[in-house]
């Protein structure tokens, strides 16, 4: 199976930051990855798909690059309501094949 | 709009089963393959297995292989998801999400708390 590898595990950041968390596949994706922010309490959220597409109504401070086996999800300017644990999740056009996800980020307030 | 309900919290003994259900509204429930994935407490999230509600079709992650059923009923739009020989470490809260084009999470329940505890 694909194993997803996201750094950092713990990062503090400021309102108003940009930050960067990144996404390692074991083995060559294309472009076929997620990005979901979790909030305390509640089911995850997409984000992103296709490693780049914003999902509709997601703000456009949001941005997801990468192919392959690298990825990056990015936040350009930090807002309160962006501290929350984020996930990347391996796609697939297979139904008949395992999903899997990153072990998650947590982004607390610095 | 799309909803997906699951049932309330439930508590179990070690080595009993727990049955979940997860039903769908706001489109057509055969069109779109539900998973299931569970969150231990403080932990990140674990895919359980996929359900085709066409047909019924199911695969398992290996590691629940042996104890794990998943379940369609078309005639009330609901997926269920039965866990069997529960131990502690089963403890989590359990989602279902319905997925789109390249097995996407659009959509997800607001998640079952299963607690196992003697």
């Known amino acids: 199976d694909i194993h997803l590898t996201q750094s950092p595990s713990f990062l503090s950041a400021s309102v108003g930051d940009r930050v960067t968390i990144t996404c390692r596949s074991s083995?060559?994706?294309?472009?076929?990855l997620a990005w979901y922010q979790q909030k305390p309490g509640k089911a995850p959220n997409l984000l992103i798909y296709?490693?780049?597409v914003l999902e509709s109504g997601v703000p456009s401070r949001f941005s997801g690059s990468g192919s392959g086996t690298d990825f990056t999800l990015t936040i350009s300017s930090l807002q309160p309501e962006d501290f929350a644990t984020y996930f990347c999740?391996?796609?697939?056009?297979?139904?008949?094949?395992?999903?899997?996800f990153g072990q998650g980020t947590r982004l607390d307030i610095k | 709009q799309v909803q997906l309900v699951q049932s309330g919290a439930e508590v179990k003994k070690p080595g009993a089963s727990v049955r979940l259900s997860c039903q769908a509204s706001?489109?057509?429930?055969?069109?779109?393959?539900i998973h299931w994935v569970r969150q231990a407490p403080g932990q990140g999230l674990e895919w359980l297995g996929i359900?085709?509600?066409?047909?019924?079709?199911?695969t398992y992650a290996q590691k629940f292989q042996d104890r794990v059923i998943m379940t369609r009923d078309t005639s009330t739009s609901t997926v269920h998801m039965e866990l069997t020989s529960l131990r502690s470490d089963d403890t989590a809260v359990y989602y279902c999400?319905?997925?789109?084009?390249?097995?996407?999470?659009?959509?997800w329940g607001q998640g079952a708390l299963v607690t196992v505890s003697s």
């Open positions: 999400a319905r997925a789109g084009q390249w097995q996407v999470l659009y959509h």
């Open positions: 706001g489109y057509t429930f055969i069109n779109h393959y």
């Open positions: 359900i085709n509600p066409n047909g019924g079709d199911t």
């Open positions: 083995q060559g994706i294309s472009n076929y």
């Open positions: 296709a490693a780049s």
């Open positions: 999740q391996q796609l697939t056009a297979y139904p008949s094949r395992p999903v899997t």
